[in-house]
């Protein structure tokens, strides 16, 4: 199983950006997909959470801002950001819960990160 994170780049502040994220491999099922994010010298934060279901869940610091989103049909997670600001400068990481083919139990797997750069 791996996640695979796209999107990330060089944006200017108030300008949007869209980050996409997808689950593959030896899949039965994917359960909450979330973004979190570390700016550098700050402990890594929750960004957005979406259930299966649809529920989500926002960090504070981009409500109202943000969008997530996924495709359950392509184990796959989208971010909006709109309004973007220098301090949403961080590398953004993809999590996911999976349950795996052959596993016992639903395992968290992390993506690799993708930077998001906002100039000011």
């Known amino acids: 199983v791996q996640l695979q994170a796209s999107g990330g780049g060089l944006v200017q502040a108030g300008g949007s950006l869209r980050l996409s994220c997808e689950a593959s491999?030896?899949?039965?099922?994917?359960?909450?997909m979330a973004w979190f994010r570390q700016a550098p010298g700050k402990q890594r934060e929750l960004v957005a959470a979406i259930a299966r279901g649809g529920r989500t869940t926002y960090g504070d610091s981009v409500k109202g801002r943000c969008t997530v989103s996924r495709d359950n049909a392509k184990n796959t997670i989208y971010l909006q950001m709109n309004s973007l600001k220098p301090e949403d400068t961080a590398i953004y990481y993809c999590n996911a819960r999976i349950l795996g083919v052959g596993a016992l139990a639903e395992s968290d797997y992390w993506g690799q990160g993708t930077l998001v750069t906002v100039s000011s």
């Open positions: 491999g030896r899949i039965i099922s994917v359960n909450v």
